[in-house]
């Protein structure tokens, strides 16, 4: 079936510690193009070790881009990253074909591929009041909050999130209506193809691998790096794994040992949530890291 684009996007996609980057160059080396980063964390510049970044000689091997663009001090969205991405894709298909995007960050994918719901503005001082109340009273609290306020959202959306349910209530309390309430449900049409790629692997050999990284963190200056960004801890690119684990150690409520085992306990958790959201889009074809050639197989429709 031909086609019906002359330009397309391979979105590569799948958990954490995965294989992703790997890929992405692998693909992007065969079609002689770029990379974009679909990672809501990997575009701070104070981020580097806890993000995972891709090493020196990945970003050489192939151009990227959405990597260590931004401050953590910039408020970055999903609504940002849709409009810096399709500026960025029109920019690379002066040159290329096939552009490769790539990522863990399920909200920023279906961004760039269906477009986001518009939401109102919000107050700057009800988003900072938020995120102080809940880093003083937790999750339960929130949780607490948006059922009160919000009694739909409570129901239907993500409850066990604290990033989607901060977000839900500065929409309820800004607008007095539920996030919910403005989705349009209908998907933005882009003018390229988009061919959807997840990277999966057997949990235990996922498990294994988040396991290492995390050591790895550690050993190549994690901690260091976490302490480089204290003055910033209030931040919502902070409010991460990795981050949140030896902030807590560095505050004395915790061992550093028990902190690591938490860093690989929350990334195996955000893993299965990663999972969870991408299993729910029937256009990823899935695929383990190692098939690189099915990959570019899959894509011959479209004359890859």
Known sequence: M???????????????AVGKTSVAIQLAKRLHSEII??????CFKELNIGVARPSIEELRTVPHHFIAT??????????????YALQKINELF?????VVLAGGTGL????FCEGLDEIPKIDISIRENIIRKYEKHGLEWLQNEIAQKDPQYFTEGEVKNPQRIMRALEVVESTGKSILSFRKNEKAKRDFNIIKIGIELPKEILQHNINTRVDAMMQNGLLEEVISVIPYRQLNA?????YA??????????SLDKAIELIKIHTRQYAKRQMT????????????????????????????
């Open 2 to 16: 031909p086609a019906p684009f002359s330009k397309t996007v391979i979105v590569v996609c799948g958990p954490t």
């Open 37 to 42: 980063s679909a990672d809501s964390r990997q």
């Open 70 to 83: 931004h401050s953590i001090q910039e408020e970055v969205t999903a609504a940002y990253f849709e409009q």
């Open 94 to 98: 002066v040159k290329y074909d096939y």
């Open 108 to 111: 920023y994918i279906k961004a």
């Open 238 to 242: 902070l409010q991460t794994v990795g």
């Open 245 to 254: 684990e030896l902030f807590d150690f560095l505050d004395g409520k915790t």
């Open 277 to 304: 959201w991408f299993r729910k889009d029937k256009e990823i074809q899935w695929f383990t890291p190692t098939e690189i050639e099915k990959i570019i197989l899959q894509g011959k429709g479209f004359a890859l």
